[in-house]
């Protein structure tokens, strides 16, 4: 096969300030280099999950490198991240290299056994992170170069059928078999080597690469056989997170006029300023322009734009009325406030029908330059106005400063577009109601496609209203595979859990080929929260699954739509999810040992921001959000720990609205 492209990614907080730190970067490149393959990008970022995540996202997604290595973090330090950020990118876990690595350093030193790789596919790119030391990188290096391991797999990656190799082994396989008949024929003890070639292979070629393991049951299978426990990983709230994020990509970027309805974007573009601002000397205050330099206080002729040329110098004794923001006439340097002024004559105005001035007093003397913004004071020609992932907000600074340097259109990142539905045969539509068949019993309001079309739209994003889908299979498909066709994500509530009619992850995996990157999440409400991507012809699109009692899905949509939501509208990593603050509550709340995100109404009071508890917190009593504002994010219930936090504790609280004010 043809050389290997290897990118390397060193990641160490001394290294990223100080390159001349990093040991292990230019070792790996060295081996590589000696090994015959190739090494043209490199980079070193500091022990932070989301720079690690945004380096190797874009360089699989940019397909820049068929291996990519990284080195450092990988132990039990404080600082130790890198098995945390890479762990939600993978698509296809290697196992089988994480072994050899571990099993390589183990025969050097016991102490290996605390360091923690992750390896695996991310598109199409091999990724194997190692330790941070010279020593075990070469290590490493040469347990996966010097054997072909890492040439086999990338050519498996590309689409090869390894047929090198199969050869190879085929042929040590014909001599270890023959060595074995001669040393059995001679009456000598054998050794027979097994290689178990872990690759299955038709037609002489690989598949193409394949979504993780169906975890889901077969919805055409009888209830009997359904799943008793949820096969699903119960992760953690901060994996759920950054998965979302190292998963979703902004959208690609559009030219949009800067008018008001450019809030809520995200410019995919720095805005410089094209020509100095202001062009020329301006005045900041109404008054009147003169010569500094000759207008001491008296009695001066006053001109106007009407009786004076433009481009005309001033001439002695006059002065000349101007407002803010107005350029000052040739001939003038300073400009007298209007304050500093008396009338002391007046003439008829042009039209005839009343008065002007003809004559005022200068009650002061003002100096060169007094009252008057220079040019380019406010901003120079190539200044950075504002940069790219600024949001434009709804409260116009953004839009000001735009329009502030010239700027009629600007380049932004789409937002995205959001499909929405219900699952159900129980529900009835609030504004179309249809019977349900039963015995009397008259069915439930769909509670939460009205509020998270409620949020949607108050956020500014458009949707699509898919409606409510009942419980069968042909309906999921169709309604999913509408939304995947018209929207940006697609976003659904109900059948996530343990029922027999819970239908959605079947359809995700089995009749869409979609990834379920997580099914549960260690948190209340929201446990069976399920995201998701399915690959269209326009790229990987998100599914979120959100549990159907309407507090879960109100809280999960905060939690986790949001940002994904974010996230593809261009919003940088670091800001996607909502801000939040320290409160002081006062009700006590019970703890679980989830993280539970309990609804609270936050106050700004005298002494500080206050978190009011909003009753009763069942999931499916979606009052307990009616005039909520934030979230607070409880600490999990322990062995030796408190059962409740009590009236008057500190806590974080998620900010899902305006905050009120009561003093």
Same mark, same amino acid.
């Given at each position: 096969?043809?050389?290997?492209?290897?990118?390397? #990614?060193?990641?160490?907080?001394?290294?990223?300030?100080?390159?001349?730190?990093?040991?292990?970067?230019?070792?790996?490149?060295?081996?590589?280099?000696?090994?015959?393959?190739?090494?043209?990008?490199?980079?070193?970022?500091?022990?932070?999950?989301?720079?690690?995540?945004?380096?190797?996202?874009?360089?699989?997604?940019?397909?820049?490198?068929?291996?990519?290595?990284?080195?450092?973090?990988?132990?039990?330090?404080?600082?130790?991240?890198?098995?945390?950020?890479?762990?939600?990118?993978?698509?296809?876990?290697?196992?089988?290299?994480?072994?050899?690595?571990?099993?390589?350093?183990?025969?050097?030193?016991?102490?290996?056994?605390?360091?923690?790789?992750?390896?695996?596919?991310?598109?199409?790119?091999?990724?194997?992170?190692?330790?941070?030391?010279?020593?075990?990188?070469?290590?490493? #290096?040469?347990?996966?170069?010097?054997?072909?391991?890492?040439?086999?797999?990338?050519?498996?990656?590309?689409?090869?059928?390894?047929?090198?190799?199969?050869?190879?082994?085929?042929?040590?396989?014909?001599?270890?078999?023959?060595?074995?008949?001669?040393?059995?024929?001679?009456?000598?003890?054998?050794?027979?080597?097994?290689?178990?070639?872990?690759?299955?292979?038709?037609?002489?070629?690989?598949?193409?690469?394949?979504?993780?393991?169906?975890?889901?049951?077969?919805?055409?299978?009888?209830?009997?056989?359904?799943?008793?426990?949820?096969?699903?990983?119960?992760?953690?709230?901060?994996?759920?997170?950054?998965?979302?994020?190292?998963?979703?990509? +902004?959208?690609?970027?559009?030219?949009?006029?800067?008018?008001?309805?450019?809030?809520?974007?995200?410019?995919?573009?720095?805005?410089?300023?094209?020509?100095?601002? +202001?062009?020329?000397?301006?005045?900041?205050?109404?008054?009147?322009?003169?010569?500094?330099?000759?207008?001491?206080?008296?009695?001066?002729?006053?001109?106007?734009?009407?009786?004076?040329?433009?481009?005309?110098?001033?001439?002695?004794?006059?002065?000349?009325?101007?407002?803010?923001?107005?350029?000052?006439?040739?001939?003038?340097?300073?400009? #007298?406030?209007?304050?500093?002024?008396?009338?002391?004559?007046?003439? +008829?105005?042009?039209?005839?029908?009343?008065?002007?001035?003809?004559?005022?007093?200068?009650?002061?003397?003002?100096?060169?330059?007094?009252?008057?913004?220079?040019?380019?004071?406010?901003?120079?020609?190539?200044?950075?106005?504002?940069?790219?992932?600024?949001?434009?907000?709804?409260?116009?600074?953004?839009?000001?400063?735009?329009?502030?340097?010239?700027?009629?259109?600007?380049?932004?990142?789409?937002?995205?577009?959001?499909?929405?539905?219900?699952?159900?045969?129980?529900?009835?539509?609030?504004?179309?109601?249809?019977?349900?068949?039963?015995?009397?019993?008259?069915?439930?309001?769909?509670?939460?496609?009205?509020?998270?079309?409620?949020?949607?739209?108050?956020?500014?994003?458009?949707?699509?209203?898919?409606?409510?889908?009942?419980?069968?299979?042909?309906?999921?498909?169709?309604?999913?595979?509408?939304?995947?066709?018209?929207?940006?994500?697609?976003?659904?509530?109900?059948?996530?859990?343990?029922?027999?009619?819970?239908?959605?992850?079947?359809?995700?995996?089995?009749?869409?080929?979609?990834?379920?990157?997580?099914?549960?999440?260690?948190?209340?409400?929201?446990?069976?929260?399920?995201?998701?991507?399915?690959?269209?012809?326009?790229?990987?699109?998100?599914?979120?699954?959100?549990?159907?009692?309407?507090?879960?899905?109100?809280?999960?949509?905060?939690?986790?739509?949001?940002?994904?939501?974010?996230?593809?509208?261009?919003?940088?990593?670091?800001?996607?999810?909502?801000?939040?603050?320290?409160?002081?509550?006062?009700?006590?709340?019970?703890?679980?040992?989830?993280?539970?995100?309990?609804?609270?109404?936050?106050?700004?009071?005298?002494?500080?921001?206050?978190?009011?508890?909003?009753?009763?917190?069942?999931?499916?009593?979606?009052?307990? #959000?009616?005039?909520?504002?934030?979230?607070?994010?409880?600490?999990?219930?322990?062995?030796?720990?408190?059962?409740?936090?009590?009236?008057?504790?500190?806590?974080?609280?998620?900010?899902?609205?305006?905050?009120?004010?009561?003093?």
């Amino acid at each position: 096969m043809s050389n290997i492209r290897v990118a390397i #990614l060193t990641i160490s907080d001394t290294a990223s300030a100080d390159p001349s730190a990093d040991k292990s970067g230019p070792a790996i490149k060295q081996i590589i280099l000696d090994h015959g393959h190739a090494c043209d990008t490199t980079a070193i970022v500091p022990d932070d999950e989301l720079q690690i995540q945004e380096i190797v996202r874009s360089w699989a997604a940019d397909n820049v490198a068929d291996l990519i290595v990284t080195t450092g973090g990988t132990g039990f330090g404080r600082r130790d991240r890198t098995p945390e950020a890479i762990a939600p990118l993978i698509e296809r876990e290697a196992s089988g290299i994480v072994h050899l690595l571990l099993a390589t350093s183990l025969q050097q030193t016991p102490f290996a056994a605390l360091s923690r790789p992750i390896a695996g596919t991310i598109h199409n790119a091999l990724v194997v992170t190692l330790p941070g030391s010279v020593k075990a990188v070469s290590e490493n #290096l040469q347990a996966l170069l010097g054997q072909g391991v890492a040439a086999h797999a990338v050519d498996l990656i590309r689409g090869g059928s390894g047929k090198d190799v199969h050869i190879g082994l085929a042929v040590a396989g014909s001599s270890s078999s023959k060595s074995e008949t001669s040393s059995t024929t001679s009456g000598s003890p054998s050794i027979q080597h097994h290689h178990h070639h872990h690759h299955h292979h038709a037609a002489g070629a690989h598949d193409p690469p394949q979504p993780r393991t169906t975890l889901s049951h077969d919805p055409s299978a009888p209830v009997s056989v359904r799943h008793r426990v949820s096969p699903y990983p119960l992760h953690s709230l901060e994996y759920a997170l950054n998965s979302i994020l190292a998963t979703v990509n +902004p959208l690609p970027t559009q030219p949009l006029p800067v008018t008001p309805a450019l809030r809520g974007y995200v410019l995919a573009e720095d805005v410089f300023a094209p020509h100095d601002v +202001p062009r020329s000397a301006t005045t900041n205050v109404d008054g009147y322009a003169v010569r500094s330099s000759d207008t001491p206080p008296g009695v001066y002729k006053v001109l106007t734009p009407q009786t004076l040329l433009n481009g005309t110098p001033v001439p002695k004794g006059h002065i000349y009325r101007i407002n803010t923001g107005a350029p000052l006439p040739a001939g003038t340097d300073a400009v #007298l406030m209007v304050e500093d002024t008396r009338l002391h004559s007046t003439k +008829p105005d042009t039209a005839g029908d009343g008065e002007e001035e003809e004559e005022v007093e200068a009650l002061a003397q003002v100096v060169n330059a007094e009252n008057v913004r220079k040019p380019g004071s406010d901003a120079k020609q190539g200044d950075l106005a504002l940069e790219k992932g600024t949001v434009v907000h709804a409260h116009g600074g953004e839009i000001g400063t735009l329009a502030f340097v010239g700027r009629t259109t600007v380049e932004v990142y789409k937002k995205p577009v959001v499909a929405v539905l219900s699952t159900g045969n129980e529900l009835l539509d609030l504004q179309a109601p249809e019977k349900v068949e039963g015995d009397g019993w008259g069915g439930i309001w769909d509670t939460n496609r009205p509020s998270l079309l409620a949020a949607l739209q108050g956020l500014g994003y458009e949707v699509v209203d898919l409606g409510i889908v009942p419980d069968n299979l042909e309906s999921h498909i169709r309604a999913l595979k509408r939304g995947l066709n018209e929207a940006d994500l697609v976003l659904t509530t109900g059948g996530t859990s343990m029922g027999a009619s819970d239908l959605l992850k079947p359809v995700i995996e089995r009749h869409l080929n979609g990834t379920i990157h997580f099914g549960r999440v260690k948190m209340k409400p929201g446990k069976p929260t399920t995201f998701a991507t399915v690959l269209t012809s326009k790229g990987r699109v998100p599914i979120f699954a959100l549990p159907g009692n309407p507090a879960s899905a109100l809280v999960t949509f905060h939690v986790f739509v949001l940002p994904a939501l974010r996230r593809l509208g261009g919003w940088p990593a670091g800001r996607c999810q909502l801000p939040r603050v320290r409160v002081k509550i006062q009700h006590p709340m019970p703890l679980d040992p989830r993280v539970e995100f309990h609804r609270v109404i936050i106050r700004a009071e005298e002494d500080g921001l206050k978190a009011y508890s909003t009753g009763g917190q069942r999931s499916s009593r979606v009052a307990s #959000l009616a005039g909520a504002n934030g979230l607070v994010a409880l600490p999990v219930l322990t062995d030796s720990g408190p059962k409740e936090l009590a009236a008057g504790e500190f806590a974080d609280a998620i900010v899902i609205g305006e905050l009120h004010a009561r003093f």
